[in-house]
């Protein structure tokens, strides 16, 4: 399936804020376990961070900002993203739940340069390693899902730290944050998130 | 979901001892703990997987101060391997100012674990002493690669325990730590000049497998 098919198919659209309350509504009073509404719940909730994620490095390796290493490391990340897209997809399917689609984005001035490019991608990976940090919890029953969820969580960290060090960031509080990961509730990253969906497809 | 691979690297130090417990008693309990584990952990795995029922893997584990003092093993040998390869000061510039907090992060690991074993009423491991062989640290690419071998281990050992932890918390914690080593495995391969990007998923040991590997360098 082409890239582009895939986080941009053909769907009713409605815009982004009133997609977020709507998707926020249901977890806005609650933490951790309550956060989530079964496993299908996380998984779609990770899709969607993943769709974020893949669509971000698909525009932005196009762009054309990267060479050498850079860009290689952003060519890899961005195959990653996408295989995490399917995997998440493939799983949601088959325990009988329907994925989420992916929502419309807008990246803003992300791809101005390489440098915001790096730095939006550093905000991204940091944000997606506390969201399954904090996803986790509610996978816990199902040690296939967490083992395969945890599995993702690590790469996410790899990208995080390799994105931080092309920046020549410091290595503590740049590189890394910490000797653990800090989690995030669903709320605290959607909120991240929310400038750069435009909209989000209801089904 | 696709199923994390379970994969063997290369022996770090060529499979010479650089472990050296405390005392028979230590060691054994090492050796013990760990193979007793793994085993059963495969055999649970196995016949959960004919029963096409992974959730069973979870409730018939070994319990979770076992896999604690199993990481407490592991985050020890991590902190006195960067410990003395710092002291070495084969590193400098921006190699050192990336390894530097690796060290910090790996002695902070192990006051973590080995605070939350004794929390929950356990006896944390003894500390064993390491012998690296000569020339571990002579240059930085040996100190680096073999640092790549241990932090790629550590990866693979905590995601091969994720789904046996029987604690919530315990996994959070635990989770907490993995990430970290991530970061540390891919920083140290993009030191080598090596690939920080193996996967699209964070591969799995088995505590049998990373034993495998531990046990050559503890000394009989």
Known sequence: MNRRDLIRGAAVAIPGSVALSMLSAKWAFAEGVDDFDGPVDVLNYALTLEYLEAEFYRQGNEAGLAEGRAADYLSTIQTDEEAHVMALQDTIAQLGGTAVPAPQVDFGQAFGSLESYLETAYTFENLGVQAYLGAAPALFQQKELLSAAASIFGVEARHAAIIANLQEKAAEGGVYQGAVETPADRSTVLQAASPFIVAARTY | ?220
């Open chain 2, 1 to 220: 979901m696709t199923q994390p691979q379970q994969f063997v690297r290369p022996q770090p130090f060529g499979g010479r001892p650089v472990i050296q417990f405390r005392d028979d008693h230590s060691r054994r309990r090492f050796l013990q703990t760990a193979l007793v584990v793994g085993a059963g952990s495969s055999l649970v795995a196995a016949a959960a997987a004919m029963r096409g029922d992974p959730r069973a893997v979870a409730d018939a584990t070994a319990n979770d101060l076992d896999i604690l003092n199993y990481a407490l093993t592991l985050e020890h040998l991590e902190a006195e391997f960067y410990t003395q390869g710092l002291d070495s000061g084969v590193l400098g510039g921006r190699d050192l100012e990336l390894v530097e907090p690796i060290r910090d992060h790996e002695q902070a690991h192990v006051e973590a674990v080995t605070q939350t074993i004794t929390d929950l009423g356990g006896e944390p491991v003894d500390k064993p002493s390491f012998m690296f062989p000569d020339g571990t640290f002579d240059d930085k690419d040996m100190f680096l690669t073999n640092a790549s071998a241990f932090e790629e281990l550590g990866v693979t050992a905590y995601h091969g325990q994720v789904p046996r932890i029987d604690d919530a918390d315990i996994l959070a914690a635990a989770a907490a730590i993995a990430g970290v080593e991530s970061r540390h495995a891919a920083i140290v391969a993009d030191l080598l000049g090596e690939n920080p990007f193996p996967s699209p998923f964070e591969k799995t040991m088995t505590m049998e497998q990373v034993l495998e590997q531990a046990s050559t360098f503890i000394e009989q």
